[in-house]
């Protein structure tokens, strides 16, 4: 049953990189500003590039999760390549809400005066509070490995001292 639930994640995993590739892939071309232009204006646009260079803390953060439950299938949950995945994630989340922050300041601050920038910036609330919740998740499950990993090493120190 375990081992059926961690693949079941792990497609999760995948699927919810798939999904958000093809949001990255087919929204700039739905996008108001971007429907009089050709393709390669719509990819050229200063903004989009920086979204697509702001999603890779985020995909890197699905691959460290998906070595993460990995490692919890191999029963090497307690080690410290998964306290290093969670570590990882914790530090892709902080990454990824600050560059959230900086792409709505940006909007804020530059927007056409005849847009209304509500909606971009509810949602850069949201997805910022969403990366600020994974990092602490992540952060107390590493506080929670680590002291797993300290009391698996401790242990394994003693029974090396008594069978000498």
Known sequence: MKRILIIFLQVVIVFLGIVALAIMIRFPLTEGRAQNLDLFSIYADPFILYCYA???PFFIALYKAFRLLGYISQNKAFSLNSVRALSSIRYCAIVQGILIVMAGLYIRIFHNK?????????????TTFVS?????????????????VDIKSENEQLYEQSKK
């Open 132 to 148: 600020l919740v994974v990092a602490t998740a992540a952060a107390v499950f590493e506080n929670i490995l680590q002291n797993g």
């Open 54 to 56: 702001a999603s890779i």
């Open 114 to 126: 005849d847009d209304d920038p509500a909606g971009f910036l509810a949602m850069c609330i949201a």
